[in-house]
C-alpha cells in the first residue's frame, strides 16, 4: 500500500497496519524514514505559529526557524529512539514478547499517521493563536497519537516477530 493509503487505514485500525507493516520483515531503514518523515512534518507545521510570533514579538524569523529545525529534525528523532527503548522495556517487564525494532516502528508510526493533526495544529497555531481552539486541536492530536501507540504497541507484543 501506498503510505497515504497506511496513513488513512489506521485511522480506521491502528493494529492491522502495524500487524502488516511487522509482516514486512524488520527494516531499520523504514523505521528510521518514519521518525524522521514525522520530524520533518512536525518542522513544517511549526512555521505558522513561528512566523506569527516573529511578526507580534518583532523577532527575526531566521533565528526562530533554525532554532526549530536544530530541536526538530536533529534532536528530536534521538528522544523518539529513547522513548521507544524505554517503551520496549516496559513491555518486557509486563510480559510483552514482542522486539526493540517493534517497539520502534509502533512509535514511529503511531507518530506518522497523526502527522495530519500536527499539520492542523500549526495551522490554528499560525491563523487563530493561543486559545481554546488549539489547546482542544492539541488535545485531539495528542489523544489520537496515544491511541495509534498503545494500539500498535499492544499489536507489537502479542508475540515475537
Known amino acids: ?34 521518525v524522521m518523515g514525522f520530524c520533518i512534518v512536525a518542522f513544517i507545521a511549526q512555521m505558522p505559529g513561528l512566523s506569527r510570533q516573529a511578526h507580534l514579538e518583532g523577532v527575526e524569523l ?3 526557524l533554525g532554532g526549530a529545525l536544530l530541536g526538530t529534525v536533529f534532536i528530536l ?19 510483552g514478547k514482542g522486539t526493540a525494532y517493534g517497539a520502534r516502528l509502533a512509535l514511529f508510526w503511531a507518530l506518522l499517521s497523526s502527522a495530519p493533526l500536527v499539520l492542523l495544529n500549526g495551522l490554528v ?26 494500539s500498535g504497541l499492544r499489536q507489537v507484543q502479542r508475540s515475537a516477530e
Not at 24 to 30: A, F, I, M, S
Not at 80 to 95: D, E, K, P
Open 77 to 95: 528523532p534521538l528522544f523518539f529512539y529513547t522513548l521507544a527503548l524505554v517503551s520496549h522495556w516496559a513491555a518486557r517487564l509486563v510480559g
Open 125 to 150: 497555531a499560525g491563523f487563530i493563536g493561543p486559545g481554546p481552539a488549539l489547546s482542544i486541536v492539541g488535545f485531539l492530536w495528542v489523544a489520537v497519537f496515544v491511541w495509534f501507540w498503545l
Open 1 to 34: 500500500m501506498a503510505l497515504s493509503s497506511d496513513i488513512l487505514a489506521t485511522y480506521r485500525g491502528p493494529g492491522r497496519v502495524v500487524r502488516r507493516l511487522l509482516d514486512l520483515g524488520p527494516r531499520e531503514d523504514r523505521a528510521l524514514v518514519f
Open 62 to 64: 531566521n533565528m526562530l
